[in-house]
């Protein structure tokens, strides 16, 4: 009976051996295999969403290409400002024409492109007081000025022909769309306007490219 009592205590304390030597095996193996390798976290990385808990990293990065925020992102041209142009005016009025038009002429003097958006403001100085051109009500679209380039715009205003001497119109002051800065010209139509007592201005002022070749230049 004792020798099979010792022959059972001696198979028990090899099960035991044996149990204890595979527990520190496998401990081993998941303190090797529990950390991705460099490798395969490159490998992870290389095809996005592998490190990204939410599983868009990939798409994440794709988006943040096409939203812009890379070096290849267009930057947009800033709106054109007083200092940034050369501004003329000259008659454009043709014989026959029932109104006079002086032709203002924005150019830009800069190497990068600006924006246009809108009426430019106008205003005479007359004998009388200033006088402020109204809108014609054409469509204006934005544009960009390019460096260099010249756009115009009409200026139309009543022709004096009731032979009296009108009210005299002294100088024009332009001043481009989105700005508060203003520029003075010398007058270059009639040197006066008919006098009238209706409410309102008779000087209207065109949309950009509303005179010369209706744009660029």
């Known amino acids: 009976m004792r020798a099979r009592s010792v022959r059972k205590l001696t198979f028990a304390a090899v099960a035991v051996a ?3 030597s595979l527990t ?3 401990g081993d193996d998941m303190a090797q295999g529990g950390a991705p390798s460099e490798s395969s976290a490159s490998s ?3 095809t996005g ?3 990204d808990p939410t ?10 290409t096409a939203g812009g925020s890379g070096s290849d992102a267009g930057t947009e041209a800033d709106k054109c400002r007083t200092d940034d142009l050369d501004i003329t005016a000259l008659d454009a009025t043709i014989d026959g024409d029932t109104e006079g038009t002086v032709a203002v002429t924005f150019k830009n003097r800069g190497d990068q492109g600006c924006v246009l ?3 430019a403001g106008v205003d005479l100085k007359t004998s009388e007081g200033d006088l402020s051109a109204q809108r014609s009500g054409q469509e204006s679209t934005p544009m960009t000025l390019e460096g260099g380039k010249s756009v115009s715009f009409g200026v139309t205003y009543p022709i004096n022909d009731s032979g009296g001497s009108g009210v005299k119109v002294n100088s024009l002051v332009v001043t481009p769309p989105d700005e508060t800065k203003s520029f003075s010209l010398q007058w270059p139509g009639g040197a006066s306007l008919p006098v009238t ?3 309102g201005s008779a000087v209207k002022v ?3 490219g509303s005179a010369g070749q209706g744009g660029e230049s």
Not at 56 to 64: E, I, L, M, R, S
């Open 18 to 20: 044996a149990g204890l």
């Open 24 to 26: 520190a095996c496998n």
């Open 44 to 46: 992870a990385s290389s």
């Open 49 to 51: 969403g592998g490190t």
């Open 55 to 64: 599983g868009k990293g990939g798409d994440a990065a794709a988006q943040g």
């Open 117 to 119: 958006s809108g009426y």
């Open 197 to 199: 007592d209706g409410t």
């Open 206 to 208: 065109g949309p950009m």
